[in-house]
C-alpha cells in the first residue's frame, strides 16, 4: 500500500464530499491529526478503520488501499453492451451499462453471459392491444424458475421480476428492435434479438 496514493485519495474524496479534517474525524471517532497524516502520507488507515472511512468517502475499500480511482471510458451508457448481475446468496438481480464493478453481500459479481434462446427455453412475443406479451415455456416452480425479463431498446431497459409459481408470462409497451433477456435459475441468461412483431 502506497500512503501517499492512498492520503491523496482520502484528501480529494474529503474535499468532494466538503469536509473538514475535523468533520471526517468526528465521524469517524479518531483525531483529525491522524487524517492529516494519512492526507500527507505519514501513515495509512489501520484496516479495522476501512469499512467505516470507505462508508463516509463513498468509495469500496479496495480503492482506498490501491489509493485510485481509475474512471470507466465514457461510453456514454450505450444500450448494446448491457450486462446483467445475479447475486448468488439474495437473488438480487441488477443490471449496467459499459463496465461496472458490482457487488452484493460481500462478493464481487460477474456479468452474466448471455446464449441464444433454445428449444428447452422456447420464447414467444405477440402483438395485443399495442402491446408485446411475452411467455416463455417454463416450469415455475420453487427449485427451477425464470427470475426476469428484460426488454432492451436502443434507450430504455423494462425490466420485470418474475417470482416461482407464478406464469412466466409479462406484457410489455412495444418496442419494436428489442432485445428480449430472461433469466433462467438453472440455465443462465437467455436472449432473444430484435422483436419485429
Same mark, same amino acid.
Not at 427455453?121 to 427470475?147: R, W
Given at each position: 500500500?502506497?500512503?501517499?496514493?492512498?492520503?491523496? %485519495?482520502?484528501?480529494? %474524496?474529503?474535499?468532494?464530499?466538503?469536509?473538514?479534517?475535523?468533520?471526517?474525524? +468526528?465521524?469517524?471517532?479518531?483525531?483529525?491529526?491522524?487524517?492529516?497524516?494519512?492526507?500527507?502520507?505519514?501513515?495509512?488507515?489501520?484496516?479495522? %478503520?476501512?469499512?467505516? %472511512?470507505?462508508?463516509?468517502?463513498?468509495?469500496?475499500?479496495?480503492?482506498?488501499?490501491?489509493? +485510485?480511482?481509475?474512471?470507466?471510458?465514457?461510453?456514454?451508457?450505450?444500450?448494446?453492451?448491457?450486462?446483467?448481475?445475479? *447475486?448468488?446468496? *439474495?437473488?438480487?438481480?441488477?443490471?449496467?451499462?459499459?463496465?461496472?464493478?458490482?457487488?452484493?453481500?460481500?462478493?464481487?459479481?460477474? =456479468?452474466?453471459?448471455?446464449?441464444?434462446?433454445?428449444?428447452?427455453?422456447?420464447?414467444?412475443?405477440?402483438?395485443?392491444?399495442?402491446?408485446?406479451?411475452?411467455?416463455?415455456?417454463?416450469?415455475?416452480?420453487?427449485?427451477?424458475?425464470?427470475?426476469?425479463?428484460? *426488454?432492451?431498446?436502443?434507450?430504455?431497459?423494462?425490466?420485470?421480476?418474475?417470482? =416461482?409459481?407464478?406464469?412466466?408470462?409479462?406484457?410489455? =409497451?412495444?418496442?419494436?428492435?428489442?432485445?428480449?433477456?430472461?433469466? *433462467?435459475?438453472?440455465?443462465?441468461?437467455?436472449?432473444?434479438?430484435?422483436?419485429?412483431?
Amino acid at each position: 500500500m502506497d500512503c501517499n496514493k492512498v492520503g491523496k %485519495l482520502i484528501f480529494s %474524496l474529503r474535499k468532494e464530499k466538503e469536509m473538514t479534517q475535523k468533520e471526517l474525524a +468526528d465521524a469517524m471517532n479518531i483525531s483529525d491529526r491522524t487524517i492529516s497524516k494519512w492526507e500527507r502520507g505519514i501513515g495509512c488507515p489501520d484496516i479495522s %478503520l476501512l469499512q467505516e %472511512l470507505s462508508d463516509i468517502l463513498g468509495v469500496n475499500i479496495e480503492k482506498i488501499l490501491i489509493g +485510485d480511482l481509475v474512471p470507466n471510458q465514457n461510453d456514454k451508457g450505450n444500450m448494446k453492451k448491457i450486462n446483467f448481475y445475479i *447475486c448468488p446468496i *439474495c437473488g438480487s438481480v441488477q443490471f449496467g451499462t459499459g463496465e461496472v464493478e458490482i457487488s452484493c453481500c460481500g462478493r464481487k459479481l460477474a =456479468p452474466l453471459i448471455s446464449h441464444k434462446a433454445n428449444s428447452l427455453h422456447e420464447i414467444n412475443v405477440a402483438e395485443i392491444e399495442g402491446e408485446f406479451y411475452i411467455t416463455v415455456q417454463h416450469e415455475m416452480t420453487k427449485t427451477h424458475f425464470i427470475s426476469f425479463v428484460a *426488454c432492451v431498446s436502443l434507450d430504455r431497459v423494462l425490466f420485470v421480476k418474475l417470482y =416461482p409459481e407464478q406464469t412466466a408470462e409479462i406484457r410489455i =409497451p412495444k418496442m419494436i428492435g428489442s432485445d428480449i433477456y430472461f433469466y *433462467c435459475n438453472r440455465h443462465g441468461l437467455m436472449k432473444k434479438e430484435r422483436i419485429r412483431v
